[in-house]
């Protein structure tokens, strides 16, 4: 392996956190270097293998390591570095999941001026067209309003501009489905988009194009496409038309072995390097060895790529990684780069091979990311024709969305905002979206702007509930409290809400729809916030739903408590759900791909599914103008619905002390307040109310532990309500019921299982409060027939 050159290592990171302070930059340059465009069935073949790479030493893991970068001029300083005698250098670049990040701030440009400046630098040194310009999918769909608004249509303009040589497709490539791929996005496209993994269920042929091949330098050069293998779960599946989706590392290990087996015809090409760039990738930072261990996909990728192929791009994740990989091969190991560019841009990812001049072989390779440029954009574009062209393109799309974008439709009080806070202490940076694991005042209050526009055409529905993948922007008072990356508004604009910052927060243009689950596919869906033991999401819903859980139970089993409305929820009773197509779509059913995020629950049981064909960002839009009409604006409700509860009895002796602790009481979105104090009450069966006490929570804590709170001093059945109180501005609280009985004894109950809870905690009959169960509600004439709308014959959920 060639030796690190200053600044521009040869990458052998093990230990890696994400990049602080990200913004967004660059790539390509029209050539006429393209091959081939190929829509070929797979073939397999015989394995060719170039010479071996030394393995390197990895550094070890570090939480205050950050992945190594270089600046856009150490970048051009590196390029001109000329290849050893007898051996030529190529560089390719990608970038990954730029979601058509245009803007005001013209960061396509800056974008531009990145790929620009280093191509040139490039390929002065090594020759013209010694640098191929890729990226691993989602280059559109789920974009910033600018190119959203407009189809994102500048966004493949602008990269038709820079030369963009090929792209994998992503998940978001598909959002508007295979017709509109196929027809509109490549035909606007002077680039190809790929999928080896995207087949015909019959032919088993690759419905886009497997793979191409470039003359890059004196060498061809392979590049497979693979989509997530999740494909179906990640976008609106009704707009796959259908078609399969094989595990993408065997799809392009088919590929790889027919570019390698040393047969060329028509229908078999070859290539001297070979690059898989995958739409998939580590779900993390961590070390090499951490993340293969997190992520079996991650790590079928690393390990079992074919060692025909000589570079793996990565992206889906949205994570920054640059790592050294070794794999066997028959002459020994090779070293092998897997390298993930951030999103939005805000990353180059190149890698120089180092080739031998008459035998083709890869003698070594240097690979990094590189910071985006921060020239301005004027001077960047006075600089190279290409960036002329993106400054040009990215003005017209600004200006033509400018009208959109200043247009008020309401006010805002407080910033509505996903988990920024827990962004902040993982990674030191604002951004949209943080992680998805956690409850924020945009996911409920997107949940409940659904709910409101769907019970204009079905007044009974019960729920609203959305993705938190959904969640693409936030909505600002002005900016984050704290700061952060985010430019603060205009003064003017303080406190209004425009239609513009709503494309942004809701890019996918999914519609409404609503369909009848029972309870027990509510739990399932709450279940499924956890897989393989591991909290993955957390869905927004409306204000209706409040739950209590415990993450120390088993999978499937930890969701402890559900009420709606402050009833506790029938498994066999059907609720109306209010959400996006995206959610209630079952295309996947039965096909042997994921659900959506993989909440299966959805369509456990789905009932009288009805799309109203109304946009996701115009029932945003509606219910902000509504909300604004009533109320004078649109606020964020700081309260809780979801609260972990542990060591809660369910029977007491009557007088005797309730010990429980509430944990998680706190959102992380911006505003969010410190739990002060925890309210304890008791309600009997019969309403009555009776106030056992209250206790102050620690400041800075999120957990407290019941202490000196008795229970009623007679025997009675009933629910303890606790209500625990913040110190935000609205002086907001989250209330925590749970059923609770009050015997004479104040033993745990020895009957059978309950069907919902642990052994032996319940008697596994109707609950006493209820009477016998029988079923007293009447079919609603808004409903398929025989939906209970009573208190049914199974056991309650609470």
Known sequence: MMGPSSFWTAVVHAGISPVAGWTAPFLGHQRNHRLMQPRTSLLAGVITVGLVFAPAAALPASADTTVPTVTAEEAIEAAATPAAEGAEKISLLSFNDFHGALSSDFSGTQFADTVEDYRAAFEAAQGEGSTLFTSAGDLIGASASVSNVQQDEPTLEIMNALGLDVSAAGNHEFDKGLDDL??????????????????????????????????????????????????????????????????????????????????????????????????????????LAEETARSEVFERIVNDTDPAVDVIFNGHSHQAYDYDTTVPTEDGPKNRPVVQAGQSGNLLAAVELEIDAETSEVLGYESSLIEQSEQDAAAAAAESEATAAVYALEQAAVAEFEELQKTEIGEIDASITTDYRVRIAESGSWRAGGTRRQETTLGNWAANALKDRVALSNPAVDLGVTNSGGLRAELLYDQFTAGGEFTAKPTAAHGKVTLGEVLDFAPFGNTLVYFDLPGSS????????????????????????????????????????????????????????????????????????????????????????????????????????????????????????????????????????????????????????????????????????????????????????????????????????????????????????????????????????????????????????????????NNDGGRAPGENRGNGTGPRWS
């Not at 029977?651 to 307040?673: H, K, Y």
């Open 182 to 287: 196929q027809d509109r996005v490549l035909e606007i496209a002077d680039f190809d988009i790929l999928a080896a993994n995207f087949v015909d269920p019959e032919t088993k042929d690759p419905v886009l194009s497997s793979h191409e091949v470039f003359e890059v330098g004196g060498v061809t050069v392979a590049v497979i496409g693979a989509v997530p293998n999740n494909l179906y779960a990640t976008t609106t599946g009704a707009g796959l038309e259908g078609n399969e989706v094989p595990y993408h590392v065997d799809a392009v290990n088919e590929v790889a072995r027919m570019l390698s087996d040393g047969v060329e015809d028509e229908d078999n090409d070859e290539a001297d390097i070979i690059v898989a760039s995958y739409h998939d990738g580590a779900d993390g930072t961590g070390s």
């Open 522 to 777: 509510i739990k399932q869906v709450l279940e499924e916030n956890w897989q393989n033991g591991q909290k993955t999401n957390h869905l927004g819903w409306s204000e209706e739903l409040t739950y209590t859980f415990d993450e120390s139970r088993a999978q499937d089993d930890k969701v402890t408590g559900l009420w709606i409305g402050g009833e506790p929820v029938e498994m066999d009773q059907m609720y109306t759900i209010a959400t996006l197509s995206f959610l209630g779509d079952t295309s996947w059913v039965g096909t042997g791909n994921p659900a959506p995020d993989g909440y299966e629950g959805f369509a456990t049981g789905q009932q009288g599914y009805v799309d109203l064909g109304i946009m996701d960002n115009q029932a945003y839009q509606e219910y902000i103008e509504a909300q604004t009409a009533a109320n004078g604006d649109i606020r964020p409700d700081f309260s809780k619905n979801s609260v972990e509860v542990t060591g809660a009895p369910e029977t007491v002796a009557p007088g005797e002390e309730i010990v429980l602790t509430l944990d998680d009481l706190e959102l992380d979105s911006d505003g969010a307040g410190e739990a002060t104090g925890v309210a304890v009450a008791f309600e009997a069966a019969d309403g009555t109310v009776t106030v056992l006490g209250s206790q102050d929570i620690a400041a800075e804590g999120e957990t407290v532990t019941l202490a000196g709170i008795s229970a009623p001093g007679t025997a009675v059945e009933g629910t303890l309500v606790m209500t625990v109180t913040y110190d935000d501005r609205y002086a907001s609280a989250s209330q925590v019921r749970l059923p609770l009985s009050v015997s004479g004894t104040g033993q745990p109950g020895t009957g059978t299982d309950h069907p919902n809870k642990g052994p032996g905690n319940d008697s596994g009959r109707d609950n006493p409060n209820r009477g016998p169960g029988n079923n007293s509600g």
